[in-house]
């Protein structure tokens, strides 16, 4: 499966435009959309930019791994809503998380209520609970019972 136009805006929506390099919050280097890795595989540095036609760029380069990352992982059926939900929850958390995680073992029992509400438990950075994360979980939880 990809990320449908829906699913792509969701993911610059929470993550927002930035065309210099900023500390993510607890210390990584982020760019663009959110991208903390460059198509060539080096990672964001402090004090780059990027215009917007480069940040689309490796938005569209970073799904190709979050996408790749959902396809392998999950075994359960998939509608698009809940696809575009867990590509952007490891979007923003990254293919180790979602691997470990409760939410992907209760989606591949095929417990799909059970997988929505392990949404709402990843809302912290630096272990501190987070506003905008807390925000983005519930959309995501949202998206995915839809």
Do not use: H
């Not at 929506?13 to 959110?34: C, H, N, P, Q």
């Not at 998380?97 to 949404?119: C, H, I, P, Q, V």
């Amino acid at each position: 499966m990809k990320t449908s136009n829906d699913g792509v805006e969701l993911i610059k929506g929470f993550e927002g435009l930035r065309l210099s390099a900023y500390d993510d919050g607890v210390g990584v280097w982020t760019i663009g959309f959110g991208t903390i890795k460059y198509p060539n595989g080096v990672r964001v540095k402090r004090g780059e930019k990027c215009t917007k036609v480069q940040a689309e760029q490796y938005l569209r380069n970073d799904l190709i791994t979050f996408e790749n990352a959902v396809n392998q992982l999950v075994k359960a059926p998939l509608n698009q809503n809940q696809f575009d939900a867990l590509v952007s929850f490891t979007y923003n958390l990254g293919e180790t998380n979602l691997r470990s995680s409760t939410l992907l073992k209760k989606l591949n029992a095929k417990d799909y209520k059970g997988a929505a509400a392990e949404f709402l438990k990843w809302n912290k950075a630096g272990g501190k609970v987070m506003s905008g994360l807390v925000k983005r979980r519930e959309t995501e939880m949202e998206l995915f019972l839809k």
